[in-house]
């Protein structure tokens, strides 16, 4: 999938806009500075696997 690119000033004047295709089209987004990406906006979905994904391999590694 592709990832979108938005400005800070996107963000600003679009936030509802982008906030809707990443959470109902589950498009991530990355969000750019001065031609530099500073963050991704992602489901919120994604990030729960992940992060339970990653709190499991802890639990793994600290089970070891």
Do not use: C, N
């Not at 589950?26 to 906006?41: D, H, M, Q």
């Not at 990030?47 to 499991?56: D, I, K, L, T, V």
């Amino acid at each position: 999938m592709e990832t979108k690119t938005y400005t800070t000033i996107d963000l600003r004047k679009g936030m509802g806009e982008i906030l809707d295709r990443t959470r109902i089209a589950g498009e991530a987004a990355a969000i750019t500075r001065k031609g530099k990406t500073v963050a991704y906006l992602v489901p919120a979905e994604w990030f729960e696997q992940m992060a339970r994904r990653h709190q499991s391999h802890e639990d793994r590694h600290e089970a070891a």
